[in-house]
């Protein structure tokens, strides 16, 4: 079901966006693959968290946005000795999400199939 500007809905799940500092991307150090007998090298990071309210929230529906939801790199080896390896985004994954206005000051990202409508 798509929802409509203004439409009144009713939510529990919500998505956070994670902090990404240099702190969460990977080096070739702390590269850990997803799958250590996979030979591709793919590690996959989180970019958004699902978070389930306390009590479900009511609000309204207010745009929509496409966001990165998971991004899956590759560790890459050079055969040349003289170039350094190195660390490549091989995909990023994408997640439509409700702007929804649950208050006047803050939006909460939600996806379609956590609204009802009210």
């Not at 902090?19 to 590690?43: E, S």
């Not at 990165?68 to 985004?89: C, G, M, N």
């Amino acid at each position: 079901m798509e929802f409509k500007l203004g439409q009144k809905v009713s939510y529990q799940w919500i998505s956070k966006k994670l902090k990404m500092g240099g702190d969460n991307y990977t080096t070739l150090a702390n590269f850990k693959a997803d799958d250590d007998d996979d030979d591709d090298y793919v590690m996959t990071i989180e970019r958004r968290e699902m978070k389930i309210l306390k009590k479900p929230r009511i609000g309204y529906i207010v745009g929509r946005r496409r966001v990165i939801f998971k991004t899956v790199l590759v560790e890459v080896y050079e055969s040349d000795p003289s170039l350094q390896d190195f660390i490549d985004i091989n995909e990023q994954i994408y997640r439509t999400f409700y702007l929804v206005a649950s208050n006047m000051r803050n939006y909460d990202y939600v996806l379609e199939k956590d609204l009802k409508e009210v």
